[in-house]
Nanobody, 123 residues
Framework: QVQLVESGGGLVQAGGSLRLSCAASGRAFNYYPMGWFRQAPGKEREFVAA?????SSTDYADSVKGRFTISRDNAVSLQMNSLKPEDTAVYYCAAASMEFGSLRYRAGDYSYWGQGTQVTVSS
């Protein structure tokens, strides 16, 4: 059974940092396009960051550009700096279904999802 498990969420003050990690079991996702999404209460799930299958390309939502960094080695991580209260949400990692693909921006482009980890930024 394929599983993605996020970790690293928590409560942080505005201006602080958190690092989220996404580990996979049941399958190695080393060369699969992966992404991070988030969903705040009462809002739709939104794209945050993506990394290509090779790891050579990354992209970000405008709202997090310059503050968040997605990377991959044995797991996919999301380094979040200069956090703002509006970053408060449940964060999900996701993996596409095919290796060596390009960046994915839509939730429908991903086949595997983690259970989410809560990030709360206090003002």
């Amino acid at each position: 059974q394929v599983q993605l498990v996020e970790s690293g969420g928590g409560l942080v003050q505005a201006g602080g940092s958190l690092r989220l990690s996404c580990a996979a079991s049941g399958r190695a996702f080393n060369y699969y396009p992966m992404g991070w999404f988030r969903q705040a209460p009462g809002k739709e799930r939104e794209f945050v960051a993506a990394i290509s299958g090779s790891g050579s390309s990354t992209d970000y939502a405008d709202s997090v550009k310059g503050r968040f960094t997605i990377s991959r080695d044995n797991a996919v991580s999301l380094q979040m700096n200069s956090l703002k209260p509006e970053d408060t949400a449940v964060y999900y990692c996701a993996a596409a279904s095919m290796e060596f693909g390009s960046l994915r921006y839509r939730a429908g482009d991903y086949s595997y999802w983690g259970q989410g980890t809560q990030v709360t930024v206090s003002s």
